[in-house]
């Protein structure tokens, strides 16, 4: 079993900077990869950065390209989402999520394991 905490989060005017941590347990993230994903009001869980648990590569969703960054520590087992430069359209549950492999896949149901959500509420 694997069990992912969410921490961070909260509101923010737009442009202001949040950063949220995921703490994994339960067993080896070698071979995983860690991502975030988010669900705004009405509208369907979307990517939003992903992370291999080894090496150096990320992925980023076009709307938070520059402006988030995904980072891991691995003597913690945490891996963090800086976001700065927010928007209001910014605003979602964020979820933290893991799967095995390499592929730093955007499709939820490649998925196998989910955090909790964390509120960020991005005011004009």
């Known amino acids: 079993q694997v069990q992912l905490v969410v921490s961070g989060g909260g509101s923010v005017q737009a442009g202001g900077s949040l950063r949220l941590a995921c703490a994994a347990s339960?067993?080896?993230?070698?071979?995983?990869?860690m991502a975030w994903f988010r669900q705004a009001p009405g509208k369907e869980r979307e990517f939003v950065a992903a992370i291999r648990w080894s090496g150096t590569r990320t992925y980023y969703a076009d709307s938070v390209q520059g402006r988030f960054t995904i980072s891991r520590d691995n003597t913690k087992n945490t891996v963090y989402l800086q976001m700065n430069s927010l928007k209001p359209e910014d605003t979602a549950v964020y979820y933290c999520?893991?799967?095995?492999?390499?592929?730093?896949?955007?499709?939820?149901?490649?998925?196998?394991?989910w955090g909790q959500g964390t509120q960020v509420t991005v005011s004009s």
């Open positions: 339960g067993r080896t993230f070698s071979n995983r990869v």
């Open positions: 999520a893991t799967r095995v492999g390499y592929d730093m896949g955007d499709r939820q149901s490649d998925y196998d394991y």
